[in-house]
């Protein structure tokens, strides 16, 4: 007998739609059997990762017999001392994302919802469906105001009802780059009832250079329901090792913890991120590069004549005024490796990661080929 496994499956994953991430570099040598490529598609550090992190991660390599420290105590009390907490209200994950899910899986489910703005990272939808909640999601703010595309917290806070569990704001946002301001998100916050969970994920907040940008670890003492979310897989560059933290009241932090997989972040992972906190120099490195290759970017835009979202974080969204799953396609056969984005509603636009000057200068030369 044939067992369709999937009409066995809980409602919520049945109609899933998994997670795509961005093409890999070793897949389309194979394909094309192209040895160059630049892969500007996943948002991740073009400068690699951090030298202090690397050199801690390869001294872990001789006890990978043994498990890694399950309660992360080195880590954490970095991370402690680092923003400014304790080491109770520290939650580590694989990735910031996984961090995420936890918060998912403890309080989302049948006859619950979550509220989040279109155009947000693609986990929300797929952490809310797996869990068999409902969806809520706003409109972005319209093409005509200064942020377009962004989150607009006015319609956020009208979908909030008594079925609402958690909200989502991603700050600056994916796949947009846009941000919100502090005074516009204090008070957003501060209207969200209290027992609503509110996921701040802020995994590109290190790369911004925006005065005046909020950060979210200093309202942990106003907002027990506030979880902040970072990661060492964007200005880190240890996306390969996965690891990531969630910072948030004691009290929220016991209950997301409850779900958290055994040993879930490795003993590579622990040291490789302990480590790269005090890398100072790569970080400054890192944003100075950022900052030189937005400007490199948006200047080839202006003189292409497109329109780009407004960005602060390591990657900026250009309309290309055609389908944007074809033109990624085209800019595969120069070995240019971007991010369409139609499954993000924007069907038109690449997400591009800023690169080298050398690789943003490639993306540019094949953008320009394959537009003319």
Known sequence: MVIDYLLRATHGVQGLQPYIPGKPVEELQRELGLEHIVKLASNENPLGPSPLGKAAASGELEGLNWYPDDVGFRLKQKLAAHHG??????????????????????????????VYSEHSFAMYAIYTQAAGAEAKIAEPLP???????????????????????????????????????????????????????????????????EPGFPDGVKWLGDFPNLIVTRTFSKIYGLAALRVGYGLA????????????????????????????????????????????????????????????????????????????????????????????????????????????????????????????
């Open 85 to 114: 907490v304790t080491a109770e209200q520290i939650t580590l994950g694989a990735g910031s994302s996984d961090v995420i899910d936890m918060v998912a899986r403890s309080f989302l489910g049948p006859g619950r919802n979550a």
């Open 143 to 209: 093409l005509i105001d200064e942020m377009p595309y962004g989150h607009d917290l006015d319609a956020m806070a009208a979908l909030i009802d008594d079925d609402t569990r958690v909200v989502f704001i991603a700050n600056p946002n994916n796949p947009t780059g846009t941000w919100l301001t502090e005074a516009a998100l204090y008070a957003f916050v501060e209207s969200v009832p209290s027992d609503v969970v509110i996921v701040l994920d802020e995994a590109y907040t290190e790369y911004v250079t």
């Open 249 to 372: 009241s004691p009290e929220l932090t016991a209950v997301i913890n409850r779900v958290r997989h055994p040993f879930n972040v490795n003993a590579v992972a622990l040291a490789a991120a302990e480590a790269a906190l005090d890398d100072h120099d790569f970080i400054a490195r890192s944003v100075a590069n950022n900052q030189a290759g937005m400007q490199q970017y948006l200047d080839a835009f202006a003189d292409m004549g497109l329109d780009s979202i407004p960005s602060v974080a390591n990657f900026v969204c250009v309309e290309v005024a055609r389908s944007g799953t074809a033109l990624f396609q085209q800019m595969l056969q120069q070995g240019v490796i971007v991010r369409p984005v139609a499954n993000y509603n924007l069907p038109e636009h690449l997400r591009i990661t800023i690169g080298t000057e050398a690789e943003n200068a490639a993306c540019i030369a094949a953008l320009k080929a394959c537009l003319t």
